[in-house]
C-alpha cells in the first residue's frame, strides 16, 4: 500500500554531515574554479619594467656624468625607476637616479646616483633602513671605482663617491641582495650617455 503521510520536513537539528557536504559542494566548486583560473602561478617576482627612460631623463637633466647599470643578465629583474629631484619634490630639478632590482638570489638590490652630500646622499638612498656601520671593511676596487662597504639595516651595501661637498656624485649600492650580487651590480655600471 502506497504511504498516504503527508510531506513533513526534516526537523531542525537533524541534519547529518551528508547534508552539510552537499550544501558545501556548489561553494567548493566555485572556489577552487576561481583559484584555477585567477591566482598566478610560478615564481611571484616582481613585474619587469624599463627604466631606460628614466636613465635617459636623469643624463639629460644632471651636469654630471650619470652611469647606471647595463648589460645585466636576465636574472637581474628591474621593478622599479624613479628619477630623483631635489628636495625629493615632484616639481624639483632632477639630481638623480634610483632603479631597483629583484636579483638571481631573488633578494632586492637598489642603485642609487645622486648629487650632493655623502652623508644625505647616503641616508636618503637606504631609506627607510638606516646605516649601520660606515665604513664596514677596507674599500674595494670594483670596475675602475673606489667603493666603501657599508651595513644597513638590511643588508650590506657599497658607496661610491666623486668629488668633494655639495657637488660630489655618490653611489649607493644596496638592499637584501648580499655582497657578491652587490659587486656584480656595481661592475655593470657604465655611462648612460649614448644608450
Do not use: H
Not at 628614466?54 to 621593478?79: H, K, M, R, Y
Not at 628619477?83 to 616639481?91: F, I, P, Q, T
Not at 649601520?132 to 650590506?156: F, L, N, Q
Amino acid at each position: 500500500m502506497a504511504d498516504t503521510q503527508p510531506y513533513r520536513p526534516k526537523k531542525r537539528g537533524y541534519e547529518t554531515a551528508g547534508d552539510m557536504l552537499r550544501s558545501m559542494l556548489p561553494i567548493v566548486i566555485i572556489v577552487l574554479v576561481f583559484a584555477a583560473f585567477c591566482v598566478p602561478r610560478g615564481s611571484q617576482r616582481d613585474p619587469r619594467i624599463d627604466p631606460s627612460v628614466d636613465i635617459t631623463s636623469a643624463a639629460q637633466a644632471v651636469d654630471f656624468e650619470v652611469v647606471a647599470p647595463d648589460g645585466l643578465s636576465d636574472e637581474w629583474v628591474p621593478t622599479s625607476s624613479k628619477l630623483l629631484r631635489a628636495g625629493d619634490a615632484e616639481s624639483g630639478q632632477p639630481n638623480g637616479l634610483s632603479i631597483g632590482y629583484i636579483s638571481p638570489a631573488e633578494d632586492y638590490a637598489l642603485f642609487t646616483i645622486r648629487q650632493g652630500l655623502r652623508a644625505e646622499m647616503l641616508s636618503a638612498a637606504v631609506d627607510p633602513a638606516d646605516v649601520t656601520k660606515d665604513p664596514a671593511g677596507d674599500p674595494v676596487e670594483i670596475a675602475g671605482r673606489e667603493w666603501t662597504p657599508i651595513t644597513t639595516s638590511e643588508g650590506d651595501g657599497y658607496v661610491n663617491v666623486s668629488g668633494e661637498g655639495e657637488t660630489a656624485v655618490v653611489i649607493v649600492l644596496s638592499g637584501t641582495a648580499d655582497a657578491a650580487e652587490l659587486r656584480e651590480l656595481a661592475g655593470s655600471l657604465a655611462p648612460a650617455a649614448g644608450r
